[in-house]
């Protein structure tokens, strides 16, 4: 009786591997149109290369209809000044009397109202803090248009400069305790 199942299993074992090798990709082995896909002759990849060339690519920023012309120059400082300025601050600062600064990531806007300079902190969409700066004409030695930067200003005090498109602006912060 064991001989018999072991028979049994044996032929069972063995046919069942035949069959998991049917339909496999070595089956269409040789066949050029095994995907659906059709020979191209050489003249037609040749017309096909032809009507690609004299096409330009249009920019879809671009509106149709109206006439555009802006030199690379200035594309680059339209989308430069869209970025945001982020600010890292890592100590407690004073906003006033009894406002602090916590520490944390800020996004820097600098705005004038009512001919006064403003550096606005945010953080999502709400503001935190308004101080008031001084506009200036100096770059403080950046390469860049855009920047904010948090620089030591004595033993209390810390430095927000900021440079935009606009302006350029500086003010002087308290350490909290």
Do not use: C
């Not at 690379?72 to 339209?78: C, F, G, Q, R």
């Amino acid at each position: 009786m064991r001989t018999f199942l072991t028979f049994l299993f044996l032929i069972i074992f063995s046919t069942g591997n035949f069959v998991l090798a049917d339909g496999d990709l070595w089956d269409n082995y040789g066949d050029t149109n095994v995907y659906g896909q059709k020979p191209v002759s050489e003249e037609e990849f040749q017309k096909a290369l032809e009507s690609k060339k004299g096409k330009k690519k249009r920019d879809k920023n671009i509106p149709k209809g109206e006439s555009f012309s802006q030199s690379n120059e200035t594309e680059t400082l339209t989308t430069t000044t869209k970025e945001p300025q982020i600010l890292l601050i890592p100590l407690n600062l004073k906003a006033g009397e009894d406002a602090v600064i916590p520490p944390g990531h800020y996004e820097v806007k600098g705005e004038r109202e009512n001919g006064k300079t403003y550096l606005k902190l945010y953080q999502s969409h709400d503001l935190i803090a308004k101080l008031p700066a001084v506009e200036t004409d100096n770059d403080f030695g950046e390469q860049t248009i855009n920047f904010v930067k948090l620089l030591p200003h004595g033993d209390y005090h810390v430095q927000i400069v900021y440079g935009s498109l606009d302006f350029n602006a500086y003010t002087v912060i308290d350490i909290a305790d």
